[in-house]
C-alpha cells in the first residue's frame, strides 16, 4: 500500500492503522492511542484514587503504558511512581530495570523495585528446581502467580490504592477463548479493565486492554523509547492453547479490522456482568496474611518448598 497522508493533519504519514482506517503522521498517532487509554480510563475507573503505581516490566505493552498514562495520571494531579519486580533472574533483571529507569527518567518518574530476593529466593531458584522436576509447574505459570502476589503486597505496604498492568488485547483475546474452551467461565472476571479492592487486597487495573500489541509496538517507536530487546531466559517454547486461539483471531482482524476490539468490548461490557462468579470467599493466609483461595497462599506454598528443596540441596 502507498504511503498515505496523515488523516489529522495531511502531513506524510508513517502509521496505517486499519481498525481506525486511517494513516497518522508519529504526532497524530500518539494522540489517537493517548485518546482511547483515555476513554477506558474515563468509562472503567472509579474517581478517589489517589496512589497509584505502574508496573512496568520493560516489554513494549508496559513501556507503552507508562508513557501514556503518565500523561493522564499527570494531568489528574495523582501521585504516582513506576513498580519494577525484580525477579532474579539471571543479566535479563538488571537489564530490564536498566531499561524500565531510563525510561521512567526520561518521563521523571520514580521507579520503586520489589525484590523477590527479600524473600529468600529468586526466579532461577525456581527454574531450576522446575527442570529437576522437583516442582512440577510450568515456569511461567509460576512466575506470573508471583508477580501478582509481589505486586499487591508491596503496593498495599507501601500505601498505593491501584497498581495498573500493561495486559493487551492480543493476551485478553488468548485467555478468553481458552477460558472458554476450557469450561473456567467464571475466569473471564478477572478481564475486568478494573477490579475493585478491599482490605489489603489493593484495587487494580489495565487502561491498555483495548490496545493490540502492534500498537504498542508502534507506540513505543512513535515515543522513541528504548524496550528490553530479547525474552525472558527462562521462557519455554510457547505452544499454549492460548497463542493458537489468539493468532486465529487476529488473523480474521487482518480481514475483518477492529474484530478482536469489537469482541474484547462484547467480552467486557455485555458478557462480564452476566457471568453469575460462585462466591468465592477469599480466606486469609494464615501465613502471610493476605487474601488467596488457598490457605497457605500459593506464594508461601512455593516459598516453602523452595526454602526446604534448597537447604536438602546443601
Ligand atoms: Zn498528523
Ligand atoms: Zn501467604
Same mark, same amino acid.
Given at each position: 500500500?502507498?504511503?498515505?497522508?496523515?488523516?489529522?493533519?495531511?502531513?506524510?504519514?508513517?502509521?496505517?492503522?486499519?481498525?481506525?482506517?486511517?494513516?497518522?503522521?508519529?504526532?497524530?498517532?500518539?494522540?489517537?492511542?493517548?485518546?482511547?487509554?483515555?476513554?477506558?480510563?474515563?468509562?472503567?475507573?472509579?474517581?478517589?484514587?489517589?496512589?497509584?503505581?505502574?508496573?512496568?516490566?520493560?516489554?513494549?505493552?508496559?513501556?507503552?503504558?507508562?508513557?501514556?498514562?503518565?500523561?493522564?495520571?499527570? =494531568?489528574?494531579? !495523582?501521585?504516582? +511512581?513506576? %513498580?519494577?519486580?525484580?525477579? @532474579?533472574?539471571?543479566?535479563? *533483571?538488571?537489564? &530490564?530495570? /536498566?531499561?524500565?529507569?531510563?525510561?521512567?527518567?526520561?518521563?521523571?518518574?520514580?521507579?520503586?523495585?520489589?525484590?523477590?530476593?527479600?524473600?529468600?529466593?529468586?526466579?532461577?531458584?525456581?527454574?531450576?528446581?522446575?527442570?529437576?522436576?522437583?516442582?512440577?509447574?510450568?515456569?511461567?505459570?509460576?512466575?506470573?502467580?508471583?508477580?501478582?502476589?509481589?505486586?499487591?503486597?508491596?503496593?498495599?505496604?507501601?500505601?498505593? =490504592?491501584?497498581? !495498573?498492568?500493561? +495486559?493487551? %488485547?492480543?493476551?485478553?483475546? @488468548?485467555?478468553?477463548?481458552? *477460558?472458554?474452551? &476450557?469450561? /473456567?467461565?467464571?475466569?473471564?472476571?478477572?478481564?475486568?479493565?478494573?477490579?475493585?479492592?478491599?482490605?489489603?487486597?489493593?484495587?487494580?487495573?489495565?487502561?491498555?486492554?483495548?490496545?493490540?500489541?502492534?500498537?504498542?509496538?508502534?507506540?513505543?517507536?512513535?515515543?522513541?523509547?528504548?524496550?528490553?530487546?530479547?525474552?525472558?531466559?527462562?521462557?519455554?517454547?510457547?505452544?499454549?492453547?492460548?497463542?493458537?486461539?489468539? =493468532?486465529?483471531? !487476529?488473523?480474521?482482524?487482518?480481514?475483518?479490522?477492529?474484530?478482536?476490539?469489537?469482541?474484547?468490548?462484547?467480552?467486557?461490557?455485555?458478557?462480564?456482568?452476566?457471568?453469575?462468579?460462585?462466591?468465592?470467599?477469599?480466606?486469609?493466609?494464615?501465613?502471610?496474611?493476605?487474601?488467596?483461595?488457598?490457605?497457605?497462599?500459593?506464594?508461601?506454598?512455593?516459598?516453602?518448598?523452595?526454602?526446604?528443596?534448597?537447604?536438602?540441596?546443601?
Amino acid at each position: 500500500m502507498p504511503r498515505g497522508k496523515c488523516r489529522v493533519c495531511g502531513r506524510e504519514a508513517e502509521y496505517w492503522v486499519p481498525w481506525a482506517n486511517a494513516w497518522f503522521c508519529h504526532d497524530h498517532f500518539i494522540e489517537y492511542y493517548d485518546k482511547r487509554v483515555r476513554r477506558v480510563w474515563e468509562k472503567y475507573f472509579p474517581r478517589g484514587h489517589r496512589k497509584v503505581l505502574v508496573a512496568v516490566s520493560g516489554g513494549k505493552d508496559s513501556v507503552a503504558l507508562l508513557y501514556s498514562i503518565s500523561k493522564l495520571l499527570g =494531568d489528574s494531579g !495523582l501521585y504516582y +511512581h513506576a %513498580l519494577f519486580i525484580d525477579l @532474579g533472574i539471571p543479566g535479563y *533483571s538488571r537489564e &530490564s530495570l /536498566r531499561i524500565v529507569e531510563k525510561n521512567a527518567g526520561r518521563l521523571d518518574i520514580e521507579v520503586e523495585v520489589a525484590r523477590l530476593s527479600d524473600y529468600g529466593f529468586t526466579m532461577e531458584d525456581v527454574y531450576r528446581l522446575v527442570r529437576a522436576r522437583r516442582i512440577r509447574r510450568p515456569v511461567c505459570s509460576i512466575c506470573g502467580m508471583v508477580k501478582r502476589y509481589l505486586m499487591n503486597r508491596y503496593a498495599y505496604e507501601h500505601g498505593y =490504592d491501584l497498581v !495498573l498492568t500493561g +495486559h493487551n %488485547l492480543d493476551d485478553m483475546i @488468548g485467555f478468553t477463548l481458552s *477460558s472458554i474452551v &476450557s469450561g /473456567r467461565i467464571e475466569d473471564l472476571v478477572k478481564l475486568k479493565p478494573y477490579v475493585e479492592g478491599s482490605g489489603n487486597l489493593v484495587a487494580r487495573g489495565k487502561p491498555i486492554l483495548f490496545m493490540y500489541g502492534v500498537e504498542n509496538k508502534w507506540y513505543v517507536e512513535a515515543v522513541d523509547a528504548e524496550i528490553v530487546g530479547g525474552q525472558c531466559p527462562f521462557r519455554a517454547g510457547e505452544s499454549s492453547i492460548n497463542v493458537e486461539l489468539r =493468532d486465529a483471531v !487476529l488473523a480474521a482482524d487482518k480481514k475483518h479490522p477492529g474484530l478482536a476490539i469489537l469482541m474484547a468490548r462484547n467480552i467486557v461490557d455485555k458478557l462480564i456482568p452476566r457471568i453469575r462468579a460462585p462466591e468465592k470467599k477469599l480466606k486469609s493466609c494464615s501465613v502471610c496474611g493476605y487474601p488467596s483461595s488457598t490457605d497457605p497462599c500459593g506464594f508461601c506454598r512455593l516459598r516453602e518448598r523452595v526454602s526446604a528443596l534448597l537447604s536438602s540441596q546443601e
